[in-house]
């Protein structure tokens, strides 16, 4: 008996990479798609499903068990963000011919003192010369 696919059914389509941070593999970089409609605008927010990266640095999304419905040749936005920097965009064109993408994402962030290059770390903030700020690490004193 042959087996019947439903109307709407996506045929399995991976992406997958890594998410590398000053050299070394990074556990929990977020990582979502959107679709470009036929008019060439991006698919509303409502529509992206997050991902996020295991303790290898690697992610894989299989776009059959997403929101976006796909075809051959549809182009496909990856975005990438550790933290709070700013994510990068990479463009994945759709090729049911080999049935999946690789895209690697690369960040390469400022260390001050082994923190991140904040806009407090290097003075932009709103903070005045001579304040003290005191962090809340959560302990009980």
């Known amino acids: 008996m042959a087996s019947v696919i439903s ?4 045929v399995p389509y991976a992406i997958y990479g890594t998410v590398t941070v000053n050299g070394s593999l990074y556990q929990g970089a977020k990582v979502w798609l959107r679709d470009i409609t036929d008019t060439g605008i991006p698919a509303p927010v409502d529509d992206i499903t997050v991902f996020f ?23 496909v936005y990856v975005y990438c963000q550790v933290g709070d920097e700013p994510p990068k965009r990479a463009t994945v064109t759709v090729s049911t011919t ?8 690369t960040f390469t962030l400022n260390l001050v003192d082994g923190l991140k290059a904040s806009k407090l770390a290097t003075g932009k903030g709103t903070l005045y010369p001579g304040t003290i700020r005191f962090l809340n690490d959560g302990l009980a004193e």
């Open 7 to 10: 109307a709407g059914a996506q």
């Open 53 to 75: 990266t295991n303790a290898s640095g690697e992610y894989l999304i299989d776009l059959a068990n997403c929101t976006l419905a796909y075809a051959n040749a549809d182009t």
């Open 98 to 105: 080999t049935g999946y993408s690789s895209q690697n994402f």
